[in-house]
């Protein structure tokens, strides 16, 4: 199984692989969010492009059919990008990035592509330890330093978080409004329906096993394009040269039956909140559209950036979750739990997404979104279309935009044994961390493991 929300859509009738040679404008490796926002939004400015789509297994099979369906309205790191910008163009950056799901509401409701949208906004909480509320108000202070108002971005204190969403040993929560929640897989196979209304082709069971300027392969066949969009993220470390710009990391998901209102009124989350437990490893979830708790915890990292197959969790990783489900709430034990799947997604070296154009070769690729790339790809997509069709607009002059630049303007990621070195010390020491501040222990243990893991975390950030 891919994922609960894969099961949920109409069975989709297989598309054709690649069969003979032949030539577009465009061609785009992937047929996750970052892919078929990009032919999206390309076809938008110039209706008149070929625009090609191959994809390995079937749309959707990726993260973008997997993932905890938040559509954030920021992108990883992008707080500390913007940092450096003088007032306006701040502002107007953050401005850019919490309109991300008011932007995929607009397309998708123009489109009639239901996918279970709701923007409730998100709550960070603090529930588990105290240390996550002193880490969550210093975080607001310093988003009050880059500008973020009260309606950006407020503190809820134990009863104002309790009245939208009843967590065990709950402190408070941050609440931003700007988040949605979706239902991911009827979002990326509605877009593909758009897209092939549009005219854009779509193979399937279409690995791409070469790919240089001007041209991509699969095992049958070979297109000549004017652009090729590599949009594989996670994938990457299956497809040369990109195994050295994005980490291979897993995230997992377990998904509760439907449950009665009753217990609900019991958790909340009446208004579509996405929610986390602020740990360093974090856990993430949502209420679905068909009342389950989706609750997604913790990953993992595979030497040499392996990924993960569709196997189902472990019972290991399953006990995991729903412990970690159930000391947040306690309310759901004895649940069951229907589904569980996990995912491959990935990290770019400097911790924030990038979104490149070379205009040499014509290439354009865009990733390493840190588990933030549903709402992030939104905006990747926009981006990578005003780069193809050299429009110049805000979208292109952002810090995280790489404007004719080549690959290897990217950061590397060490070799291993360094990559899977380093992964194992910092998830490691944040287990340990965890297990410290969740334990009633001395005071001097509690500051010494937390100095510890800020010090590992300025380091390899
Ligand atoms: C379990 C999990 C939970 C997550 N939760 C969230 C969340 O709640 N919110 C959030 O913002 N982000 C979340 N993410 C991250 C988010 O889902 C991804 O960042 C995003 O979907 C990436 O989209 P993409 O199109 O770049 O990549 P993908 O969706 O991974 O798509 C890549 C596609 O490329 C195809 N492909 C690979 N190799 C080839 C090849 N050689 N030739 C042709 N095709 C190829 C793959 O089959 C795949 O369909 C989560 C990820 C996971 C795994």
Redesign the pocket.
Known sequence: MISLWMEQVAPQPARPALQQNTDTDVVI???????LWTAYYLKQAQPQLRITI????QV?????G???????GEIAGGDKLLQALPGAERQSGHRLLQGIPDEVARVTEREGIHCDFKKGGVLYCAARYPEQQQRLQAHLSECRDYGYSTSDLQWLDQSGLQQRLQMANSYGALFTPHCATVQPAKLALGLAAVLEQSGVEIFES???VRWQSGEVATPSATIKARWVVP?????GS??KPMQHYQLAVQ???VATEPLPESVWQSIGLANGEAFCEASRLIS?GQRSADNRMIF?ARGGYRFGGGLRADAPLSAGEMELRRHLMQQCFPQLEGVRITHNW????ALSRRFHPHMLCDYGPRIAVA?G?A???????NLAGRTLAHLITEQESELVRQPWVLRDKPLSALKRWEPEPLRWLTYKTVNQLYALEDRVLSAPTPAWQRRLVSGLADVLEGVIS
């Open positions: 490796v992937g047929a996750g969010f970052t892919g191959l994809e390995a297994r959707g099979y990726g993260a973008s997997r993932n905890g369906g938040w559509l954030l279409s690995p791409v949009a594989v993220e996670a994938y299956q497809l995230s997992m998901i993430y997604g996990g995912g491959n997604l990733g979104y588990g933030e790339g549903v709402g992030a790809s």
